[in-house]
């Protein structure tokens, strides 16, 4: 999950806690029916708010929560916020694929 870069400072849990606050919170990803958007579905029901799609936004953006393990310094992931949740997504090959 991430953010503008100009968006003021806050780790993942104020951006929640502002997110709920809001009557509407945007959701920007590289379509409907991709990896991302089905994340964003989960997510929305686990953290009880719901998310309208938009284009993607240009610009920085600013990483404030991972799907998964910890991969990056400073960023915790989704489950480490206190929203349980570990979706790793891999491409699926048919068995004759060589290594």
């Not at 953010?3 to 951006?15: I, Q, S, Y």
């Not at 489950?79 to 290594?99: A, C, H, K, S, W």
Request: glycine share 10%.
């Amino acid at each position: 999950m991430a953010v503008k870069a100009e968006r003021p400072a806050g780790g993942f849990k104020p951006t929640l806690a502002s997110t709920l606050a809001c009557s509407t919170v945007a959701s920007a990803g590289p379509g409907v029916g991709s990896p991302s958007h089905r994340i964003g579905e989960r997510i929305n029901r686990q953290a009880g708010f719901t998310m309208t799609r938009v284009a993607y936004p240009a610009g920085k953006l600013r990483a404030l929560a991972l799907n998964g393990r910890q991969c990056l310094p400073d960023v915790p992931t989704l489950t480490e916020t206190g929203i349980p949740f570990d979706l790793t997504m891999f491409p699926v090959q048919p068995p004759t694929t060589p290594n």
